[in-house]
């Protein structure tokens, strides 16, 4: 019988209006997908096309049969599960499978709510519905994006940390260690998973330092690193790279950290489009949410409980993908890169007011008029909670707007699907095989959406990739307007070098044909 209560209160007691905020956000998903299905960028073709070898070949390569390296492989080898249960393609159960892994973040966010270290009803409604309505995070949970996956990791790593902590035993540890290393081959910032895990239990003060405690540090970091060496392994073997080629970062620090605040300014109403305090935003959330972690850390209060987890999570996690971003060149920092953090962000800026407004008399000071002087401040705190929700709501409708009648922005848009050009090359496709080279910026689209494989234009800082193209004595380019990417090399420069054969314009974009005199 004990089991069955601890059962029960583990998964039904007490949650049940999470549970039905789970449900709202299992359908908001499915009505985002309903127009042109799930969402689908660039990385998500990679991601679509290697669980389907998966499959077919039993190989962890992309559409273009290459290994996969720029990506780690879980996220693939995760979605090729439902595509060996389903026999589907990820397109197909897109919508279904990220319905529920955001219906399931919801969820367990409820459940650690229920045992914050001050517990507040309407705490968590309010912070429940900030996550169902996140334009974040319905951005995420509607395009076939690894975060999907990871940020639930990250969740399940702090309920489990939390665990560990509390008992200090082996199998916790063991499982600790697992989900880290999950996380790691999920997306590589999974390191910070890693490291938050390091962070904690040097901070464990209930372990005293002794062969326990440096064994328990040994095992974790054993556990949680292998899944990421036989990835790193893999890549090496068969490609020689790690992780793919990395270049050297182009940001500064200070023009992170500006990126970083942007992203605030996008989640928080009134401040989206208006960045000139983007660095202020930044620096504000970094000192607050790390001062409430180092004011628990020093007075050892409530120090392992969820949200101090939580917050020593968003302190981890920034530091790791600021400094990423400073030395190694990705994308510029946005909602999507920092995403992980948004849950973390919520429950750090928010998580002292119910301890506040809960805040006993002092100084032998009557109760009643000490509360009634809290109505201003609880005041304060509804309208900007009513604030902050209207921000997500409106959001919204802007973007839903768009995705009722176009579908979600990337490969899934009409624009995409009616493409005059992909159109062509679908009716042409004799014309895209041997001998030439097909160049494409959207070379991803083009399998999917004509079954054409392609290179992608040379980046213009890769001149190995640039003199292999330019030596070519024959190979077509299709330019699409809209996948203009700054980073590739531009038409004028390839017109310059190279002798045009023919040119075939449509709406959105042009098909060229080069051919050296005399081929």
């Not at 890549?235 to 990126?259: I, M, P, Q, S, W």
């Not at 009716?427 to 992608?456: C, I, Q, R």
Request: net charge positive; charged share 15%.
């Amino acid at each position: 019988m004990m089991v069955q209560r601890n059962y029960r209160s583990l998964f039904i007691s007490g949650n049940y209006d999470a549970l039905l905020a789970a449900l709202i956000g299992f359908f908001i998903i499915q009505a985002l997908c309903s127009y042109g299905g799930i969402g689908i960028s660039p990385d998500s073709v990679v991601y679509i096309s290697t669980a389907q070898n998966i499959r077919d070949h039993g190989a962890i390569n992309d559409f273009t049969n290459m290994p996969l390296m720029d990506f780690p492989a879980f996220y693939p080898i995760f979605l090729s599960g439902f595509v060996f249960l389903t026999g589907k393609s990820a397109v197909v159960f897109g919508p279904v499978l990220d319905g529920f892994l955001f219906g399931l973040v919801i969820w367990l966010c409820g459940w650690m709510m229920n045992r914050f270290s001050v517990f507040s009803r309407w705490y968590k409604w309010t912070i429940l519905l900030f996550i169902v309505l996140s334009p974040c995070l319905l951005e995420i949970y509607s395009m076939i994006w690894s975060e999907t996956l990871f940020i639930l990791l990250s969740v399940l790593f702090m309920i489990v940390s939390y665990r560990y902590f509390r008992t200090h035993s082996m199998r916790s540890l063991l499982v600790m260690g697992l989900i880290a290393g999950l996380s790691c081959v999920t997306r590589y910032a999974g390191l910070s998973v890693i490291g938050l895990g390091g962070l904690l239990m040097l901070c464990d003060r209930a372990l005293r330092w002794g062969p326990r405690k440096i064994g328990h540090i040994v095992v974790y970091g054993l556990v949680s690193v292998l899944p990421l060496a036989l990835n790193l392994y893999r890549n090496a073997h068969l490609t020689h790279t790690l992780t793919g080629y990395r270049e050297k970062g182009l940001t500064t620090f200070v023009e992170n950290l500006h990126d970083f605040g942007a992203v605030f300014c996008d989640w928080l109403p009134f401040f989206n489009g208006r960045y000139d305090a983007a660095t202020v935003m930044a620096v504000l959330f970094l000192l607050l949410i790390t001062g409430i972690f180092l004011y628990r850390l020093v007075l050892v209060k409530d120090f392992f409980s969820y949200d101090t987890i939580a917050i020593a999570y968003f302190v981890v996690y920034s530091v790791f993908i600021l400094l990423t971003a400073t030395v190694s060149r990705f994308q510029r920092l946005d909602s999507r890169l920092l995403s992980p953090l948004f849950l973390p962000w919520l429950w750090g800026s928010t998580v002292w007011i119910p301890a506040v407004l809960r805040a006993r008399p002092r100084w032998g000071l009557p109760s009643r008029p000490l509360l009634r002087s809290k109505w201003p401040v609880i005041g304060a705190v509804a309208i900007g909670a009513a604030l902050f929700l209207w921000g997500e709501v409106d959001t919204y409708r802007e973007n839903w707007e768009g995705i009722h009648y176009a579908g979600i922005p990337g490969y899934s848009e009409t624009q995409w699907k009616s493409s005059p050009t992909m159109a062509y090359v679908r009716e042409h496709k004799d014309l895209f095989k041997y001998p030439g080279t097909v160049y494409s910026n959207a070379f991803e689209g083009l399998w999917l959406l004509a079954g054409v494989n392609s290179d992608m234009i040379p980046h213009k800082d890769i001149p190995d990739d640039i003199a292999y193209m330019l030596k070519s004595q024959y190979f077509i380019v299709v330019w699409f307007n809209d996948a203009n990417n700054t980073d590739l090399l531009d038409m004028d420069f390839i017109l310059s070098k190279k002798t045009l054969q023919k040119k075939m314009e449509f709406p959105d974009g042009t098909i060229y044909i080069f051919r050296d005199p005399g081929f």
